[in-house]
Each structure stands twice: as C-alpha cells, then as structure tokens.
C-alpha cells in the first residue's frame, strides 16, 4: 500500500470488460507514481485532486492503481483522520443547528451558538455535567 497526495485525474477511454464497459482514468500522484484506474462509474469518485490518499500500486508494462478500502474491522479503531472527519461533520450539523434555532441574529451569534451546539456534542460544555445529572436522576426513578 501507498499514500499520495493526487495531482492529475484525466479520462482515458472506455473498455467492454466481462462486467460491462469500464471508464479508464489517467490518475497522477506527487510522489511521481502515474497509473490507470479503471470503473463502471463515468463519474470517477475515488481518487479527487490534492487529496491525500491510500492505493495499491501494481507496476509493469502498463501500471495500475487502486483504491485501497477500508476492512470493516477497521471502522471500529479510531484513527486521527476519522475523528478529523466527525469533528468536521459535528462542526457542519452545529452551524446548521444554529442557523436553524436563529436564523436572524448576526453572525457573530450564529458562531457563538455553532459552538454551543458543538461543545454540547463532545460532551465539552459547562452546562453538560448538569444534563447529566438530571438524565441520571431522571433514570433512576424509572419503575422499570
């Protein structure tokens, strides 16, 4: 396995392969590897320029490239790119929430509420612990 950064995606014709006609893609990486990937997916969506990303070089007359997936075992260790990836997406759906609870106030409020929401969701506000302690009061006196 190696990991690039991408530089050049460009399309590079079709094939009919025994699963039905392939899209081949020229796909250029900083490390100076240059090799083919081939998909049923006119759209390419695997390798995106100046992204960093894992594939599997196979070398020879007419090198190849491929996307290196993820093993499903894999989706429960945490790695620093996955959480940079929920920490954006928390970021995203907390703006989104403030902009929904207040959608009139300045911008300055909106980033103030953006946090709010954000903070509450890793568990980071001050006012957290006091949730808690209601839920687990809240909990206990449940009959069953």
Known sequence: MKNSKVTSVQPNG??????GLMYKFEISFENGDVGEYSTKNKL??????????????????????KPVYMKPDSFNQSSPKQDDVQK??????????????????????????????????????????KINKVAEKFDSDLPF
């Open 14 to 19: 079709t094939w009919e392969s025994k699963f």
């Open 44 to 65: 390419q969506d695997k390798f995106y320029i100046g992204s960093e990303t894992d594939y599997e070089y196979i070398d020879g007359k007419f090198p190849k490239v």
């Open 88 to 129: 954006l997406i928390v970021k995203q759906s907390s703006l989104k929430a403030a902009v929904d609870y207040d959608n009139k106030c300045s911008p300055e409020d909106v980033l103030k509420n953006a946090q709010m929401f954000y903070e509450w969701v890793w568990g980071l506000s001050p006012a957290q612990s």
